[in-house]
């Protein structure tokens, strides 16, 4: 019984892609990216079902992704058949190469003085030892320092974009970045950023996807959680590194990968016996209304309830399953078709206006689509600083394109900026119908 809903959800999801890349002439899509990564997943976690101390999987679980992908997809239908009626352009996103702009450069060396100034402060001061959760806390976990952390996902994202042979020095804030993450201790902020940059260098083609790519992209996220994971175990336990250790951390590693998963697997089974508020779906926006109203409740979305799959606990139910169990069927159906036509909607215009930072936002958005396997990452802060943070980007960009045309005009009327060449008035833009081309052994919601 169990292997038919297995074969349900892979048919659905072969029948779905087919008509998806029929509908929209590329694979880069936001229903891609949301149920391609759960199969994975998902045959992960069905592999390791009742094996390697892991529990059993619940296979009707599956039957919830099975009605939150078919309503996804209806709004890219539909936005598909109306931006082909309407001659709007959406295969390609044609972001022209450029040089990384001068105060792009200079907000990556602000931050990375504040950040070397916050470390080693923190050291300093702190009481606990670098790769404990503690540690994390009181490095970037809160304040001031948390809302800044997110500025530096956002230059990770952008840095990885332009980094090139001519400009290998964008390395060091790559690098510096992706520490600053690693020292945060969310897995989160490790692997979105670099999502966005991948999938914006692909989308521009300045990569392609490759066997090579994909090789190498499953050893850096095994490197990630080698490390994340030996700084838990090594630096705050004060032992060696032996095959112990690495057999543990290897373990760590395939139970994050199925938590989602396997922790709404266990979920149903139990009945749900964690349903909250639909309050909890909005999170961010309740927390921003009250600080703006003087409230000073904060509303967490973290999932209180956590289950054992055999290895450790997870509170993680994927992306359909923490919306199942804060929703009623009408408002999970109501938020699934919103949520959906909101990312289709963002793809058209990132198409459309072909710049930087309308791209960087979509893929913002397909990258949390893409972590849907593990959990529903919309009831965060990060969805609505992310993108202020992008649009004040575009904004500085624009005000110093516009100074360095007015003081330094280029050649031809030609300005690059990360819009890539800005045409000056004198030149003809073709029109878009014609260019159709302890805590340790806890999975958290981050």
């Known amino acids: 019984m169990g292997f038919l809903y297995f074969l349900s959800i892979l048919i659905e999801i072969g029948i779905l892609f ?38 059993e999987f ?6 919830i992704w099975n009605v939150g992908l078919l309503l996804f997809a209806i709004p890219s239908f539909a936005l598909a058949g109306y931006a082909r009626k309407n001659n709007y352009p959406t295969e390609r996103t044609d972001i022209e190469e450029s040089r990384i702009p001068l105060v792009f450069t200079l907000i990556c060396v602000v931050l990375l003085m504040m950040f070397s100034y916050r470390l080693m402060s923190t050291i300093h001061s702190s009481q606990f030892l670098i790769g404990s959760d503690d540690f994390a806390e009181e490095f970037a976990g809160f304040g001031f320092w948390a809302h800044l952390k997110r500025f530096c ?20 804030f790559i690098i510096a970045f992706m520490v600053v993450s690693v020292i945060n201790m969310v897995k989160g902020t490790m692997i979105i950023p670099v999502v966005v940059g991948v999938l ?16 190498t992209i499953l050893i850096g996220a095994l490197a990630v959680f080698f490390v994340s994971f030996g700084l838990a175990i090594v630096v705050v336990n004060d032992i060696d590194i032996n095959g112990g250790v ?38 961010p926006f309740i927390n921003i209304y009250n600080q703006i109203t003087g409230n000073k409740e904060v509303l967490s979305p973290v999932n209180p309830t956590f289950f054992f799959t055999g290895i450790s606990l997870t509170n ?18 109501l938020y699934t078709l919103g949520l959906s036509a909101f990312c289709y909607t963002l793809k058209i215009i990132s ?19 893409a972590m849907g396997w593990f959990e529903f990452y919309f009831f965060h802060l990060d969805v609505v600083e992310i993108p202020a943070m992008i649009i004040l980007l ?30 000056s008035r004198a030149r003809e833009i073709p029109s878009p119908k014609n260019n159709m081309l302890s805590h340790d052994d806890v999975v958290y919601n981050h």
């Not at 994202?157 to 964008?170: A, D, E, G, S, T």
Request: glycine fraction near 6%; charge should be positive.
């Open 18 to 55: 087919y008509l998806e890349k029929k509908a929209w002439k590329t694979l880069l899509t936001p229903l891609n990216f949301l149920m391609l990564p759960y199969l994975v997943v998902l045959i992960v976690s069905i592999a390791i079902s009742g094996r390697f101390d892991f529990v």
């Open 58 to 63: 619940y296979f009707p679980s599956i039957l």
């Open 153 to 172: 996902v956002v230059m990770l994202m952008l840095c990885i974009y332009y980094v090139n042979k001519r400009q290998p020095w964008i390395w060091i």
């Open 200 to 215: 914006l260098r692909l989308a521009s083609g300045k990569m392609r996807i490759t066997g090579r790519l994909v090789l």
């Open 246 to 283: 690495l057999l543990w951390i290897f373990q760590r590693f395939v139970h994050y990968f199925s938590s989602g998963t396997l922790g709404l697997s266990v979920d149903m089974e139990l009945g749900f016996p964690d349903r909250g508020d639909f309050d909890v779906i909005w999170t």
């Open 316 to 333: 993680v139910r994927t992306v359909f399953g923490t919306l199942y169990i804060y929703t009623s069927p009408v408002q999970f159906a």
């Open 351 to 369: 198409v459309g206006f072909n710049n930087l930072f309308t791209c960087t936002t979509y893929y913002y958005f397909c990258a949390l689509l």
């Open 394 to 423: 575009h904004v500085l960009d624009w005000m110093f394109m516009k100074k360095e045309k007015t003081f330094f005009p280029s050649p031809k009327g030609i300005i690059l900026s990360s819009y890539g060449e800005i045409p």
